[in-house]
């Protein structure tokens, strides 16, 4: 005979009353948040923080309770911070090295020429790229003087994408506090 041994106040499936089944409305939310954080990590992917917030605006509505509305108002007032630190600090940082706007604009428009002529990893050599060669431009050939934009740039652009990265996730972890009280 085989006795099975249970702690003592362990939740077993016949005890765990208090714990409620995932929804598939819910599954869907955090795959859409998860693409969402993930098209902010690796901009090529549509995404983005709007979508996270679109995510938790959606489970909202779905549950129709004050709870999710609370969690959603909060989540949405994160990522709004977000959008506008991620534009205001790397901007002043780019503002401050006294790179000009048709610089930015080159290394724009060489990222999006980039995406097409290489793909997967064409943005990532399109935007560097463009930035150097208008700085290089400008700077009358001077190359340290184009390297060292480059660097300010690509900076600016990994500080651009932690900041979005943070709000999304700080409103993701809110989703979750939100699921665990309702």
């Given at each position: 005979?085989?006795?099975?041994?249970?702690?003592?106040?362990?939740?077993?499936?016949?005890?765990?009353?208090?714990?409620?089944?995932?929804?598939?409305?819910e599954?869907?939310?955090?795959?859409?948040?998860a693409?969402?954080?993930?098209?902010?990590?690796?901009?090529?992917?549509?995404?983005?923080?709007?979508?996270?917030a679109?995510?938790?605006?959606?489970?909202?509505?779905?549950?129709?309770?004050?709870?999710?509305?609370?969690?959603?108002?909060?989540?949405?007032?994160?990522?709004?911070?977000?959008?506008?630190?991620?534009?205001?600090?790397?901007?002043?940082?780019?503002?401050?090295?006294?790179?000009p706007?048709?610089?930015?604009v080159?290394?724009?428009l060489?990222a999006?020429?980039?995406?097409?002529?290489?793909?997967?990893?064409?943005?990532?050599v399109?935007?560097?790229?463009g930035?150097?060669?208008?700085?290089?431009?400008?700077?009358g050939?001077?190359?340290?003087?184009?390297?060292?934009?480059?660097?300010?740039?690509?900076?600016?652009?990994?500080?651009?994408?932690?900041?979005?990265?943070?709000a999304?996730?700080?409103?993701?972890?809110?989703?979750?506090?939100?699921?665990?009280?309702?």
């Open positions: 005979m085989v006795r099975a041994y249970v702690c003592p106040g362990a939740v077993t499936p016949a005890s765990s009353s208090s714990v409620r089944p995932v929804s598939l409305v599954v869907i939310v955090a795959l859409v948040i693409f969402g954080i993930a098209g902010i990590i690796v901009p090529i992917l549509p995404g983005g923080a709007l979508l996270v679109a995510a938790i605006l959606g489970w909202a509505i779905w549950l129709g309770e004050t709870t999710g509305w609370v969690i959603f108002g909060i989540s949405a007032a994160l990522i709004a911070v977000g959008l506008i630190t991620k534009y205001a600090i790397p901007g002043k940082h780019l503002k401050d090295s006294g790179m706007l048709s610089t930015q080159a290394g724009g060489l999006i020429v980039g995406f097409f002529v290489i793909p997967v990893v064409g943005i990532f399109g935007f560097p790229l930035i150097f060669l208008a700085e290089l431009r400008r700077h050939g001077d190359t340290v003087a184009a390297k060292t934009s480059t660097w300010t740039a690509l900076k600016a652009v990994g500080l651009f994408i932690l900041i979005d990265a943070i999304a996730t700080l409103a993701t972890i809110t989703w979750v506090v939100g699921l665990f009280l309702t």
